[in-house]
């Protein structure tokens, strides 16, 4: 285990780095956070509810430029997120009943299903994709919104490591309007794991708070280069994370 003075100086290292990664890919950050707070030690029950905590500044940071570039589908976002919360609420229910082996295990597989999913858009769609919300493209998306909530809660990934693909799979989004408008989700179904977890009182409020420090400031200098970066290049960078970061996961678990 690691020092808690070491955890505390490490954090807003580790939630800048994630925030900056998480804005480009859309994914909040979550994703980077836990893995590495895993990796050095920090225990993955007390760095989930830091995380979603955190996620807040991934998803605030450079929120507001990219609504001005048109680039947030706000009527969407809320639309799915009827779905995700309701998955953050039975996700928080489901945390305080699984060992640490079987989440860190549980998130490498998340990871690597999402860079499939990643790869196979990236061989068989478009760079710029037609939008397609047809009742049956949509009706997917909530399910797997719901998915994607539970996961968030459970896993301290804010969901975006599958709402990005939802987007752009199901939905046929542009890469930088997925990546946008799951900033806006991701804040949303971290928000509901954040009350969650407060409420229960597994939230490290110090390491949550350097943590968001962080991130904030990551996703705000992230933003001008995120919109400057072709689609194929963050679809591909997307996928090679989640595949590496994935089998570490597991491996870890064993």
Known sequence: MLPLWLEYIAAPIIGFIAGFIGTLLGIGG???MVPTMVLIGIDIK???PASLFAILGTS???LRKLYKHGLVDYKLALTLETASVTGAVIGVYFFGRESSSILVALLG???IATG????YKEKTGKASPEEDKSPIRLTGALLVSLLAGFLSATLGIGGGVLKVPILVVFLGLEIHRAVSTSKLMVGITAL???LGYIYTGHMDIILATLLLLGTYSGAKLSTNVMLELDS???MILAASYYFIMGGVMIYKSL
Do not use: Q
Request: proline share 0%; no cysteine.
């Open 30 to 32: 979550g994703s980077i």
């Open 46 to 48: 007390k760095a989930v």
């Open 60 to 62: 605030a940071g450079g």
């Open 109 to 111: 597989v998340v990871l």
């Open 116 to 119: 499939i999913l990643f790869t």
């Open 192 to 194: 509901t794991g954040v």
């Open 232 to 234: 194929k290049w963050l």
